[in-house]
């Protein structure tokens, strides 16, 4: 089957501009969920354990920092954009120093206990808060 000429410029344009509607929280999301599919990868697939791997993590997390220290708060939302900011630090800097060191040593029961404990609820909070910004 012969694929229309302009079908992958289509593809391209929409990809350009569907963030666009969405709003810069909700782009802010989708990269940070990036940010937490590359970490994922790492931790299901021992293979992808890889210097490649840990620095597409590393800059995943970047792309996320540089677009938020980039933005501004929203008229009359300051605090919840200040905590958003800082709870994404705080999310950042655990998987930087703790998480990602746990993962690679192998220290299986220690990353989950990371993971699943302050890091779940950092991310949750993180996603409520861009959601409430987004509005």
Request: contains cysteine; positive net charge.
């Amino acid at each position: 089957m012969k694929v229309p000429r302009f079908l992958p410029v289509l593809t391209l344009l929409l990809g350009a501009v569907l963030p666009l509607a969405a709003g810069e929280f909700a782009v802010l999301k989708s990269e940070t969920e990036l940010a937490r599919k590359e970490l994922v990868t790492m931790v299901l697939y021992r293979d992808k354990r890889t210097p490649e791997q840990q620095k597409l993590v590393k800059d995943t997390a970047n792309a996320v920092s540089a677009h938020l220290a980039k933005m501004k708060a929203p008229a009359g939302r300051g605090p919840q954009f200040k905590e958003l900011k800082e709870t994404w630090e705080a999310f950042k800097h655990t998987r930087e120093t703790e998480l990602v060191p746990a993962i690679l040593a192998g220290e299986k029961e220690k990353a989950e206990k990371i993971a699943a404990g302050i890091q779940k609820v950092r991310l949750e909070r993180c996603y409520a808060l861009m959601l409430e910004l987004d509005k």
